[in-house]
C-alpha cells in the first residue's frame, strides 16, 4: 500500500522557517517524482516544488530562493525546508508521488496536482504577520 505522510507543519512569524517532511512507503522511491503542493482557504492547489531525482528539482516562482527540496533515498524521504516564511505562505502542504515521467513531459506537468496519482494528508503552516 502506497503511504505518503507529512509532517513538520506549525505556526511561524513573518521571516521563519520551517522543515517539512514526506515519508514515503510501499512503491520503489528512486522511480518517483516527489511533488510538493499546497493549497490556500479558497485558493486552487498549487505546485510548489519537485523533486526529480537527488540533485534535480523545480521550484515555483513565488517559493524560488527561499524554499529547498531535498531528497533521502536512504529514508524514502523527501524535505521541503521553508525559509523567509511570508504571510502569503500560509496553506496546507501535501506531498504527491507520481512514477517518473520523460523529462519533457514533467517539465510541463510537475506543477499540475492531476498529475499525481499519490496523494498524502497534509500538513498546515501558518505565518502571521
Known amino acids: 500500500e502506497v503511504q505518503l505522510v507529512e509532517s513538520g507543519g506549525g505556526f511561524v512569524q513573518a521571516g521563519g522557517s520551517l522543515r517539512l517532511s514526506c515519508a514515503a512507503s510501499?512503491?520503489?522511491?528512486?522511480?518517483?517524482?516527489i511533488g510538493w503542493f499546497r493549497q490556500a482557504p479558497g485558493k486552487e492547489r498549487e505546485g510548489v516544488s519537485c523533486?526529480?531525482?537527488?540533485?534535480?528539482?523545480y521550484y515555483g516562482d513565488s517559493v524560488k530562493g527561499r524554499f529547498t527540496i531535498s531528497r533521502d533515498t536512504a529514508k524514502n524521504t523527501v524535505y521541503l525546508q521553508l525559509n523567509s516564511l511570508k504571510p502569503e505562505d500560509t496553506a496546507v502542504y501535501y506531498c504527491a508521488a507520481e512514477p517518473r515521467p520523460n523529462p519533457a513531459v514533467l517539465l510541463r506537468l510537475w506543477r499540475l496536482p492531476e498529475r499525481f496519482r499519490y496523494w498524502g494528508q497534509g500538513t498546515q503552516v501558518t505565518v502571521s504577520s
Open positions: 510501499g512503491f520503489t522511491f528512486d522511480d518517483y517524482v
Open positions: 523533486s526529480v531525482r537527488v540533485g534535480f528539482s
